[in-house]
């Protein structure tokens, strides 16, 4: 190897983060474009913040360590201050709702898109960059704002390409369990902590896991001891019951709040059953069906950050991997109630409510269900090259299909007719056109639909046959050129 070789660098991604091309584009951007649509049609404003924010703004930073990493992409501008990459759109807005609040109409509505980064191990399926959609209401206390939140989502949901029983929101609230430890009389806050994230693994460990988990700790298959939250068995068995309390199948949503009000709940969780029924109420009367919104006591995402209503959107579509494995993709969006974000600025409180696409998760989750095919990116049509002396005539057909508003694309390698027609296939390109020497002379053109002939070619094993009929191509009068391949695209 010589030094020439040996000094160049290495063509490699950063880890966790893809290079991506055209299918996946198409897929993430159609389904920002059809969710902003929802956002704008519900009044919602379109607001976008810098990628970088101060650090602290973001509340993302070790107080102990001389860079603040923990969870964020970091630097030191030259005014001695960190930025940091946003890693999420809700920090941004109660900075921007805290910076611009005496000239906001409040309460302020908006919605935002675009990457959000994380500095954390990347893993199969799991990015340090992806793309979130966003809507948020700051300034409402009203339980209908977050009714409202709610409902937009399933809409969204919809709109991204999910019909009726394909994705629920499981809706809770995270007074309930203040209430429960209140009554329990649990005050650590390490302790409930602990204990609330032994509640979440409950779809995944059941309540035996979730039982050892609230007590002394668990051991795992694998041999890794969880230390537990050494709850008092009293407040462990008011938590199972209350758990079980609203998993009767088929209960309604107000069936829900009646199951889970037996429970001693304490001051915070009568609170939040009133919260819960008066959201039941406004879900109602928009029409939002049980089967679209379930109340989930389980649902206690945002330990550390929500405050009332917590929301999780997940997929029910059966999900497969690249090699035909079931795979469980769980949430593709949520949200909640978080009221003291934007008071991290003023000192004051300012209740606020969202809701959160995962853009990429959603659209891996729905070609995991196979239903990428409609996200399939269609190239352009690819007008094929003989010959030198007729480029007037390839330009002009492909200037004639772009002002028609179909893509068109000129070849414009150097190689023969196969490679091209190879080229097109890889394109994804729907049809090629072809202005050979006969077919200019003769004022015609000569269009292959690729589509129909790559279907119909695989039905014919002989290749003479194939030559013969060639399959899916015709060969129509000039001025019909657009009419034609509109036709195939169409």
Known sequence: MTDEASNRPEARAPRGFADRRGRDLTAERRIVARVSEVYERWGFEALETPAFEYADALGKFLPDADRPNEGVFALQDDDDQWMALRYD??????????????????????????????????????????WQCDADTVGSDRPEADAEIIAMGCEGLRAAGLAAGQAVIRVSNRKLFDGLFDAGGITDPV????????????????????????????????????????????????????????????????GVLDAVSGAALGTAGEEALKELAAIDRALTAMGVARDDVHFD????????????????????????DEKGRAVRFGSIGGGGRYDDLVSRFTGQSTPATGFSF????????LRAAGRGAEDETRGPVVAIVFSEDDMQHYLDAVSELRAAGIAAELYLGRAGMKAQMKYADRRGAPAAVILGGDEIAAG??????????????????????????????????????????RSIIE
């Open 297 to 320: 006591p389980t649902i206690v995402r945002g330990l550390e950050y929500y405050t009332g209503a917590v929301f999780e959107a997940e997929l029910l579509l059966d999900t497969k």
């Open 358 to 365: 995962g853009v990429s998760r959603l659209a891996s989750a």
């Open 444 to 485: 015609q053109v000569t269009i292959k639909d690729l589509d129909v002939g790559r279907a119909r070619a695989a039905a014919i094993a002989d290749n003479d046959a194939w030559k013969a009929e060639r399959p899916g191509q015709q060969t129509v009068a000039r001025d019909q050129l657009v009419a034609v391949v």
């Open 191 to 254: 302790q409930r902590l602990t204990a609330l994230r032994a509640v979440d693994k409950y779809d995944r460990l059941g309540v035996e896991g979730v039982r050892l988990l609230l007590g002394e700790g668990r051991l795992d298959e694998s041999g890794d001891y969880t230390k537990g939250a050494n709850l008092p068995s009293s407040v462990i068995g008011a938590i199972e019951a209350f758990l079980a309390s609203a998993e009767a199948p088929g209960l309604s949503r107000a």
């Open 89 to 130: 759109h809700t920090a941004p807005l109660a900075r921007f709702a805290a910076q611009n609040w005496e000239t906001l109409p409040k309460p302020f509505r908006r919605y935002a898109y675009g990457p959000v980064w994380r500095n954390e191990k990347p893993g199969p399926g799991r990015f340090r960059e992806f």
